[in-house]
């Protein structure tokens, strides 16, 4: 069964499974030291969902190293969250001091960057998924950013309205976090949150998020097949999986612009990063392996003119 407008879903199902395995990925790679990065919340968060496997994979309770294939797709997590933080450093750096992460999940980065007393944090995701996370780091004693405001609200709904009352200024430039969100957008959805975004942004402000294009209904297909042949090759390698996730659920064919097109034609200047690129940058072998069922990703960085 595929996406629908109105569907449902929770930290444990369809979608929403997907914040609960990336911050597990992030886990792992905090363990291991890859890019650099450093989530001490990951594994508590991921404990906190209640799903006892992936709670063993974030601890790393698993025999030996565990799949090369799972660890490299860590790998891939741990490139990406870099990436993104490396672009809230830099937009602190020149002076933003607004943020808003967009679907923000299980991310802690409003907990755990160095944060200036002066900057603000918007988080927006679905409300069951702020109060599990709020709640469990605060039961940790982990403090946000100063000026937090966590917003629970769907995207399907009017969120910039709700971004405006906990207090938003459009007037201020902002940094707009969008990290693993448009895939799982309709193209229509997709680019009614990027003007959503312009309308809301002053001049000078950035966003951050990853580059879409169209996914046709037979290249849909086999990124479903191979991430099959991944996941039973993952059980054989002893990873077990609560449930199979089967990106043809999750994704949305059909006609797409991309989003580098589209926010270029509103007036944001974009520049692009391949993943295999900063894969090199940050040290790690040149692989496309951590993508292999989803592409060489590409990573946009905008600036509104």
């Given at each position: 069964?595929?996406?629908a407008d109105?569907?449902t ?16 990925q ?7 030291g890859v ?11 991921v404990?906190a969902?209640?799903v006892?496997?992936?709670?063993r994979h ?6 030996g ?11 891939g997590?741990?490139?990406r969250?870099?990436?993104?933080d490396?672009?809230?450093?830099d ?6 001091r607004q943020?808003v992460?967009?679907a ?7 907990y ?9 944090v ?10 599990l996370?709020?709640r469990?780091l605060?039961d ?6 100063p000026?937090?405001?966590?917003i629970?609200?769907d ?8 971004l405006r ?6 007037g ?12 799982y ?9 990027l003007?959503?975004?312009?309308a809301?942004s002053?001049p000078?402000?950035?966003?951050a998020?990853e580059?879409?294009s169209?996914?046709?209904a ?14 039973q090759e993952?059980?054989?390698q002893?990873?077990?999986l609560?449930?199979?996730?089967d990106?043809a ?12 097109t589209?926010?270029s034609?509103t007036?944001w200047?974009?520049?692009l990063?391949?993943?295999s690129?900063l894969?090199v ?7 496309s392996?951590?993508?292999?069922s989803?592409?060489d990703?590409?990573y946009?960085?905008a600036?509104?003119?």
């Amino acid at each position: 069964m595929g996406r629908a407008d109105d569907d449902t879903w929770d930290l444990t199902s369809s979608v929403g499974v997907t914040a609960t395995v990336v911050a597990m990925q992030r886990a792992i790679a905090t363990r291991t030291g890859v890019a650099q990065i450093d989530d001490p919340y990951a594994e508590p968060l991921v404990a906190a969902v209640g799903v006892p496997t992936y709670t063993r994979h974030a601890r790393g309770e698993f025999d030996g190293d565990g799949p090369a294939d799972a660890l490299r797709m860590a790998d891939g997590i741990a490139v990406r969250t870099r990436w993104f933080d490396e672009f809230v450093i830099d937009a602190l750096g020149a002076g933003i001091r607004q943020f808003v992460i967009l679907a923000s999940g299980l991310d802690a980065r409003a907990y755990r960057l160095p944060w200036p007393a002066d900057a603000t944090v918007f988080e927006l995701d679905k409300s069951e998924v702020i109060d599990l996370k709020t709640r469990t780091l605060a039961d940790l004693g982990a403090l946000p950013v100063p000026r937090h405001e966590a917003i629970g609200v769907d995207l399907r709904d009017d969120w910039p309205a709700a971004l405006r009352r906990g207090g938003f200024d459009p007037g201020r430039p902002t940094a707009w976090l969008a990290e693993g969100l448009l895939i799982y957008l309709p193209p229509e959805a997709q680019d009614r949150l990027l003007d959503n975004v312009t309308a809301l942004s002053a001049p000078g402000s950035r966003l951050a998020t990853e580059n879409t294009s169209t996914i046709t209904a037979e290249e849909l297909q086999e990124m479903s097949e191979r991430m099959r042949a991944t996941q039973q090759e993952w059980r054989e390698q002893g990873l077990d999986l609560v449930e199979e996730v089967d990106v043809a659920e999750l994704f949305y064919a059909g006609d797409r612009t991309p989003a580098a097109t589209h926010l270029s034609d509103t007036g944001w200047a974009v520049s692009l990063r391949q993943s295999s690129d900063l894969f090199v940058e940050y040290g790690l072998a040149p692989t496309s392996a951590a993508s292999a069922s989803f592409g060489d990703i590409v990573y946009l960085y905008a600036t509104l003119e």
